[in-house]
C-alpha cells in the first residue's frame, strides 16, 4: 500500500508533504508536528515519570515525536522536548548514515535504525570515553564536543511494552546516552568544560528569549508575549 502511494505521488509530481498527508488519509493516522520546547524551559530539567501502558494517547504521541524530530532533521528526541517529562524517547539515525567517514559496516548499522524507548534505564556504560560535535533540536546552533562512553547497555520497552536489556555501540549509543540523559534532566551543555559554559552563555540567553531563529517550530520559556 505504502508503495502504491509512493508511485501515486511521484507519478503526480507531489511533494514529501502531500505523500505524509496522503498516507495519513489512506491509513487513517493523524500525526501533527508540535513545537520542540526551547532551553530554559523546566520541562527540560525533570526526571520523566515511568510511562504505563494506559497512558492516555501513547501512540499519538510518539506518532508525533517522530513527525515532529523528522521535520526538524533531528536524529533523536525525547518526551520532555516536547513538553512531557516521561521516560520516552525516539531516535532515527538514518541521516547519520551518509557520514563518507564510516566504513560500509557501520553506515549499513546506521541506515534505518529507527526504535523507540520507553521507561529506559541505563545498565551500564563503559569503555574508552570520546569525543564528537553533538547539537541538540531544543538548543539550537549551539554545537560542542562532549565525551561519552562507547558501549552502553540499557534496559527498555518498545511499543509493546516488552522489557528487555540490549547493548549498543557507537553512534547509535551516543544518540541513546543524548536522548537518555533529557529523561534524567540533564542537556549536553551540562557536560561541556567551565569555559565553554561562559563562551555561550549569550546564545542560550537568547534561546531562552526566543531570540533566535530555526526552520522548525519552538517554544520559548522566556519569550515576552508568548
Ligand atoms: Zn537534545
Known amino acids: 500500500m505504502i508503495i502504491h502511494c509512493l508511485f501515486f505521488c511521484y507519478f503526480c509530481k507531489l511533494n514529501k508533504k502531500h505523500i505524509r498527508l496522503f498516507c495519513q488519509i489512506i491509513f487513517n493516522t493523524t500525526r501533527m508536528i508540535v513545537p520542540i520546547i526551547g532551553y530554559g524551559d523546566p520541562v527540560l530539567r525533570k526526571t520523566g515519570e515511568i510511562v504505563s501502558p494506559e497512558h492516555p494517547n501513547l501512540k499519538e504521541i510518539i506518532a508525533n515525536m517522530y513527525e515532529t524530530m523528522y521535520n526538524a532533521y533531528g536524529v533523536g528526541l525525547a518526551a520532555p522536548q516536547i513538553g512531557l517529562a516521561l521516560r520516552l524517547f525516539v531516535i532515527d539515525t538514518t ?132
Open 95 to 226: 541521516p547519520f548514515s551518509d557520514d563518507e567517514e564510516l566504513d560500509n559496516a557501520a553506515q549499513k548499522k546506521l541506515q534505518g535504525f529507527k526504535k523507540t524507548f520507553i521507561n529506559a534505564k541505563m545498565i551500564k556504560e563503559e569503555g574508552l570515553e570520546w569525543s564528537f560535535n553533538e547539537g541538540c533540536l531544543s538548543i539550537p546552533d549551539v554545537r560542542e564536543d562532549v565525551y561519552r562512553n562507547p558501549t552502553i547497555t540499557i534496559e527498555y520497552c518498545e511499543e509493546d511494552f516488552v522489557m528487555k536489556t540490549e547493548v549498543f555501540d557507537g553512534l547509535i549509543a551516543r544518540v541513546i546516552q543524548h536522548e537518555y540523559d533529557h529523561i534524567e534532566g540533564i542537556l549536553f551543555t551540562d557536560k561541556i568544560s567551565t569555559l565553554k559554559k561562559r563562551l555561550i552563555q549569550k546564545k542560550l540567553k537568547n534561546i531562552l528569549e526566543g531570540k533566535t531563529f530555526q526552520d522548525y517550530r519552538m517554544k520559548f520559556f522566556g519569550k515576552k508575549g508568548r
